[in-house]
């Protein structure tokens, strides 16, 4: 199972859409579902990634579109939790975010919302953060690298950045 991640797109109001490359790279390597970790800002990115695969979506601090706040996915046999973590202070506070995902009893935890790409192991359960998609400024991060991922489910997790400067 190929998953491709993405979040904190701010189209329109930061950005003006999503770098082709992203896109076409999701598309090539033929990923099964998209998870869009909030700030999406509006419905024609859904849209556009529809295009290529099934899409999940939360709802990010920025986002007025009804989406749910978290979702908790099962995917080959993996709990996902899936949410933007601007609940979560300070902002990607990994130990915050490993009592929360303890408390929802999931296996692998996609978020957004700090806008920097990030893959790590703690305490049995893996964290991933894409990235902002569209490098734009977040806090007090003025500018960061255009990044997505893809998450493998196969016989082990495995995870792939497309990081463009």
């Given at each position: 199972?190929?998953?491709?991640?993405?979040s904190d797109?701010?189209?329109p109001s930061?950005?003006?859409?999503?770098?082709k490359?992203f896109l076409?790279w999701?598309k090539?390597?033929?990923?099964d579902?998209i998870?869009?970790?909030?700030?999406?800002?509006d419905e024609?990115?859904l849209?556009?990634l529809?295009?290529i695969?099934?899409?999940?979506?939360?709802?990010?601090n920025?986002?007025?579109?009804?989406?749910?706040k978290?979702?908790?996915?099962e995917?080959?046999?993996?709990?996902?939790?899936?949410?933007h973590?601007d609940n979560?202070?300070?902002?990607?506070d990994?130990?915050k975010?490993l009592?929360y995902?303890?408390?929802?009893?999931?296996?692998?935890v996609?978020?957004?919302h700090?806008?920097?790409?990030?893959?790590?192991?703690?305490?049995?359960i893996?964290?991933?953060n894409?990235?902002s998609?569209?490098g734009?400024r977040?806090g007090?991060i003025?500018?960061?690298v255009?990044?997505?991922a893809i998450?493998?489910?196969e016989n082990?997790?495995?995870v792939?950045f497309?990081?463009?400067?």
């Amino acid at each position: 199972m190929r998953i491709g991640i993405i979040s904190d797109t701010h189209i329109p109001s930061r950005a003006a859409e999503i770098p082709k490359e992203f896109l076409e790279w999701f598309k090539e390597n033929r990923v099964d579902l998209i998870l869009h970790a909030g700030d999406v800002n509006d419905e024609i990115v859904l849209k556009d990634l529809e295009k290529i695969a099934e899409v999940k979506a939360v709802k990010g601090n920025t986002d007025y579109l009804d989406l749910p706040k978290e979702l908790i996915l099962e995917i080959k046999g993996k709990r996902i939790l899936l949410f933007h973590s601007d609940n979560i202070y300070p902002r990607g506070d990994i130990n915050k975010m490993l009592d929360y995902a303890k408390e929802k009893m999931v296996d692998i935890v996609v978020y957004g919302h700090t806008h920097l790409p990030l893959f790590t192991y703690v305490n049995g359960i893996y964290f991933l953060n894409p990235g902002s998609a569209t490098g734009v400024r977040s806090g007090e991060i003025k500018r960061s690298v255009k990044s997505v991922a893809i998450l493998y489910l196969e016989n082990k997790i495995k995870v792939e950045f497309n990081i463009l400067d």
